[in-house]
């Protein structure tokens, strides 16, 4: 495909980070977690005094030196503003609107929907959230195994993980989400149907 503008991709950005970090919002109401970073991120932002935004960027730092050397400066200049974005966007919606009850199924459904949702516009846009999401695009280029289904595998360990702190029902949901994100990005981001060529230039 040909590449998008620059002021594609960062409306693009914009739109993706916003849309994850609502359903992270929905997943902190619900008390449920997800895969990846941002799972590591929810898990331990219940046991630590340190806001989601500070955690989640610490979870990222090691993976965009990967994101660098695999796909190029801009894709993980890209990725670090996605999750700079994401780490603002959550920790400043708690001072715009707060989600005092929600329904542990419905909180998972849809945070898992908009966080399948935003990664896919970012996957589209040459950006990721970094973490995991580089390794998953990682394997998808070089295997050709989509990212949904490596993302799956990783999400669903990292949820199995969460076994000796969360309650079988929080497990349950949190499972589900994970479930909802991931068929988002099964369905919707496969190589043989819509690729992003990353320019890697060597010294």
């Known amino acids: 495909?040909?590449?998008?503008?620059?002021?594609?991709?960062?409306?693009?950005?914009?739109?993706?980070?916003?849309?994850?970090?609502?359903?992270?919002?929905?997943?902190?109401?619900a008390h449920a977690i997800t895969g990846g970073t941002a799972g590591l991120a929810l898990l331990l932002n219940q046991f630590t005094p340190y806001s989601f935004g500070v955690l989640y960027l610490l979870c990222n730092a090691p993976f965009y030196w990967l994101a660098w050397k695999r796909f190029g400066r801009w894709f993980a200049l890209n990725s670090l503003i996605s999750g700079l974005l994401v780490s603002l966007f959550t920790d400043l919606f708690s001072h715009f609107i707060q989600l005092t009850h929600v329904n542990e199924t419905y909180g998972a459904i849809t945070g898992g929907l908009f966080m399948g949702l935003g990664m896919?516009?970012?996957?589209?846009?040459?950006s990721s959230l970094g973490g995991f999401n580089v390794f998953c695009l990682f394997i998808q280029d070089k295997c050709g195994i989509s990212v949904g289904k490596t993302q799956l595998c990783i999400d669903t360990s990292i949820v199995c993980a969460s076994l000796f702190y969360l309650s079988p029902e929080i497990i349950a949901v949190s499972i589900l989400s994970a479930a909802v994100l991931n068929i988002v990005l099964a369905m919707n981001h496969k190589p043989s149907r819509y690729s992003v060529t990353y320019t890697v230039h060597h010294k």
């Not at 495909?1 to 109401?29: N, P």
């Open 120 to 126: 896919l516009i970012l996957f589209r846009h040459r």
């Open 1 to 29: 495909m040909e590449k998008h503008t620059f002021q594609e991709d960062l409306i693009a950005m914009i739109t993706g980070t916003f849309l994850v970090a609502q359903g992270i919002m929905f997943l902190q109401a």
